[in-house]
């Protein structure tokens, strides 16, 4: 059981918009800034999202993070096939001291 | 350009001691932390810990206390982790990962670099 909370599963028609909830609590997402990685099959996680909403240079902007009180949501717009990929958003845990992350979240482009 | 080449595949028993190793390239290895991520097949990411490339202080997930080891080699830019009594549930791919932290007001901590991973087996 992840100590952050997302959906396992979502999925959109290509060019449609898509959203990932991640749900804590305020010994994490409240009180610490969240990131967002993408997991493309068979390979390492890759930044997508650091500091709630900020996005690192050669992520295209279809891409957004945002935050509020104890969540975090992950938007992803102009759906592409190549978007497939396993989702995860993380943060720091100041009760736990320890980095945690969600369970993942498997976009499939339909 | 950000580098982190991990070693290769590993097999072990039950009971055995195995170290992975990251070596860093393209930065200042002492100006920044590494963090040690595992992801067990078909399961999400864990944070094992973290190491800091400055001064080699520690911080480790509580689950592993006392059974995992991280530590740095600045002569050669190459973090390290130990994972000793191996279990068949620490059958994963570990990752290693750079922490850089983000100043805007407040302190964001995040993960920009990645290691391709390392696959470790325990079978007897």
């Known amino acids: 059981q992840s100590v952050l909370t997302q959906p396992p599963s979502v999925s959109a028609a290509p060019g449609q918009k898509v959203t990932i909830s991640c749900s804590g609590s305020s010994s994490n997402i409240g009180n610490n800034y969240v990131s967002w990685y993408q997991q493309l099959p068979g390979t390492a996680p890759k930044l997508l999202i650091y500091a709630n909403n900020k996005r690192p240079s050669g992520i295209p902007d279809r891409f957004s993070g945002s935050k509020s009180g104890t969540s975090a949501t992950l938007g992803i717009t102009g759906l592409q096939t190549g978007d497939e990929a396993d989702y995860y958003c993380g943060t720091w845990d100041s009760s736990l001291s320890a980095w945690v992350f969600g369970g993942g979240t498997k976009l499939t482009v339909l | 350009q950000v580098q982190l080449v991990q070693s290769g595949a590993e097999v072990k028993k039950p009971g055995a001691s195995v170290k992975v190793s990251c070596k860093a390239s393209g930065y200042t290895f002492t100006r920044y932390g590494i963090s040690w991520v595992r992801q067990a097949p078909g399961q999400g990411l864990e944070w094992m810990g973290w190491i800091s490339a400055y001064n080699g202080n520690t911080n480790y997930a509580q689950k592993l206390q006392g059974r995992v080891t991280m530590s740095t080699d600045t002569s050669t830019n190459t973090a390290y982790m130990e994972l000793r009594s191996l279990r068949s549930d620490d059958t994963a791919v570990y990752y290693c990962?750079?922490?850089?932290?983000?100043?805007?007001?407040?302190?964001?901590?995040?993960?920009?670099?990645w290691g391709q991973g390392t696959l470790v087996t325990v079978s007897s």
């Open positions: 990962a750079r922490e850089t932290i983000h100043y805007s007001g407040s302190y964001s901590y995040y993960f920009d670099y």
